[in-house]
């Protein structure tokens, strides 16, 4: 998401995260109002709505239309499209994350769980016991499948030994590989699955 549109964003959720702002709102998007009208209906002083207006007059909002002495305020429907199509899809809701580190909590389950740099091919790595919860247990069992090279099958003696040099039970880790889908096994050959 650019910056632009992420300052939108930000500035779109303080405006209506004031409950006067979002009746205002809801209000205007049935009828227009004076702002005489929505103190009233509100039970707010009009310097009070003229500040809440002017803060949603900055997003584009609303609209403001003179009729004699008074203005008449209304929900500007096609700013409210216009935000939402561009700024709210799941795809521009999922890059807010871009400067976050999703792997982060993984990471920090591989380090609570292995004595050894699991990110360093060159250490020892051992796994102190096999995680209880099955969120992290499959956080265990990706990394120990990306040790396994794809598109090469695996007599289960060689899996054995592979998943050895990491922890004794090597049983239980080859059927919760194949548990979790992470490997298949066929007349006693395993292969690893897709991409990990």
Known sequence: ????QFQTLLRF???LADESRLKIVGIL???ECSVEELAVLLQLKEPTVSHHLA?????????MRPEGNSRLYQLDSEALQ???KEIFTPEQIASLIEDVDTEAWESKILKNYFEGDVFDR??????KEIPASRKKRLVVLKWLASQFEAGIQYPERTVNEILKRYHPDCATLRRELVGYQLMQRENGVYWRVGQI
């Open 82 to 84: 216009s935000i939402s």
């Open 122 to 127: 060159e250490s020892i790595q051992r796994l």
């Open 55 to 63: 803060k949603l007059k900055e997003l584009n909002l609303v609209t």
């Open 13 to 15: 959720f303080k405006a």
């Open 1 to 4: 998401m650019e910056k632009e």
């Open 29 to 31: 998007a049935n009828q």
